[in-house]
Every structure is written in C-alpha cells, then in structure tokens.
C-alpha cells in the first residue's frame, strides 16, 4: 500500500545539526522516496493550519513559538506504509518515553523539542502536504 506522508525536521533538529542523521534513517527504509524537501522558516499562519487540532490546548501556544524559533525542514516522503513507518521511526510524543532506536528516544528529552513531525493518517497526510507543499499533486 504506497502512501506519501507530510514530515518536518522540527527547528531543535536543525539547530542541533541531526538533519542528516534524521533523513539517513527514512532514506535507508528499503522502497520510501524523498519526494519534496525544503529548509523553511514557518511563520504563524502555516502553524495555526497545520497545528488545527491542538489550538486551545496549554501547549498550543509554546509549540507554535518553538516551531517558528528557527528554521525546519519540510519534506514529502512516499512508499510502502509510509504513514504508520515513520511514525514508528520516530517513536512516542514524549521523548523520554521513546524507545531507544527510535528518533525521539534517541535524540531527545523534551516533549515539546522532540525533532521531527509526522502525519497520523492518509486524511492529515493530504491536508498538511497542501499546507506545505500547495503544488504537489
Ligand atoms: P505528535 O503527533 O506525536 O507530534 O503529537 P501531538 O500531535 O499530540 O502534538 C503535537 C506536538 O505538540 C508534539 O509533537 C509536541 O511537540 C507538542 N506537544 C504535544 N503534547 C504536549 C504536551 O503535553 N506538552 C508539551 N510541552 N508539548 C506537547
Ligand atoms: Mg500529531
């Protein structure tokens, strides 16, 4: 079942220097395709858009100030599962509950700074790819 899913390398990867460890891993998953990928200041309109579900919420606000701190990374990766994988990937919300070998169990401590986005279903995966990439098929 070939999918495509909307990731983002969160401004603590970047800043940390973890692009290319991060893209190293979802490269290397046997079949999956980088197929847009761009360095992005996000501003507040694209958060509020691709953050929709979480307005309100007491994190909301410290989330969408971290995220547009710095530079991320945007990028459409497509293939087998693609959805589920890199979720799997990336581990759990909340870093210090992330498994070892995964990206957020191995890099991170913050829930809020945990490095890297990915969307949770086929409908989040089409609407924030729109979000980000309005030209993309
Ligand atoms: P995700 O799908 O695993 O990224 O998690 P969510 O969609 O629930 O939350 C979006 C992002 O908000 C997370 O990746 C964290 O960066 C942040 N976040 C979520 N829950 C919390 C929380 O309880 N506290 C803080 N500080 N940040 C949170
Ligand atoms: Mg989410």
């Known amino acids: 079942m070939s ?3 909307l990731v983002l390398l969160k401004p603590d990867a ?3 220097g973890l692009v290319g460890e991060i893209l190293g891993r979802i490269e290397k998953k046997a079949g999956w395709t980088i197929s847009a990928l761009e360095l992005r200041q996000l501003d507040r309109e694209v958060l509020e858009q691709h ?3 979480h307005v309100g919420k007491p994190f909301y606000e410290p989330l969408v100030e971290f995220m547009a701190s710095a530079p991320a990374v945007a990028l459409v990766v497509e293939g087998e599962r693609v959805i ?3 979720r799997a990937l990336a581990g759990p919300t909340d870093p210090i509950a992330a498994a070892p ?5 191995d890099f991170g401590t913050i829930v809020r700074e945990n490095l890297i986005h990915a969307s949770d279903s086929e409908e989040s995966a089409e609407r924030e790819i729109k979000i980000f ?4 098929a």
């Open 3 to 5: 999918q495509r899913t």
């Open 14 to 16: 970047v800043r940390r």
């Open 84 to 86: 589920e994988g890199v």
């Open 51 to 53: 953050y929709a579900e």
């Open 133 to 136: 990439f309005p030209g993309l």
């Open 101 to 105: 070998g995964s990206i957020r169990g």
